[in-house]
Nanobody
Framework: VQLQASGGGLVQAGGSLRLSCVAS????????LAWFRQAPGKERELAAA????????SYSDSVLGRFTISRDNSKKMVILQMNNLKPEDTAVYYC???????????????????WGEGTQVTVSS
């Protein structure tokens, strides 16, 4: 199983970035997906998650209303659209996958089966 994330970079506060993560080696339609982030000196935290069908999503309070998670099962891709970025959004962003037949998504990092390598997002003030 591989998760390949891309789309990170340097952006000014108020700007936007689009992260994408392409999966291979798993049954994508039976996979819950999430984006976590980890800032220096902090624990890894959930930014957004989406159920295997895409019908349910969840966001942390800190990104609600600014970030949107979506998935394209035909392309085996999960996307995180990040708008109105703030300096506190600076972190390494990781995509994660959980094999499941249920319509739910875990919220703890240790509940996910597979991880991408991460992509750096830096927001300047």
């Amino acid at each position: 199983v591989q998760l390949q994330a891309s789309g990170g970079g340097l952006v000014q506060a108020g700007g936007s970035l689009r992260l994408s993560c392409v999966a291979s080696g798993l049954t994508f339609s039976r996979t819950a997906l999430a984006w976590f982030r980890q800032a220096p000196g902090k624990e890894r935290e959930l930014a957004a998650a989406i159920s295997r069908s895409g019908s349910s999503t969840s966001y942390s309070d800190s990104v609600l209303g600014r970030f949107t998670i979506s998935r394209d099962n035909s392309k085996k891709m999960v996307i995180l659209q990040m708008n109105n970025l703030k300096p506190e959004d600076t972190a390494v962003y990781y995509c994660a996958a959980k094999s499941t037949i249920l319509t739910y998504f875990p919220v703890r990092p240790d509940e996910y089966d597979y991880w991408g390598e991460g992509t750096q997002v830096t927001v300047s003030s």
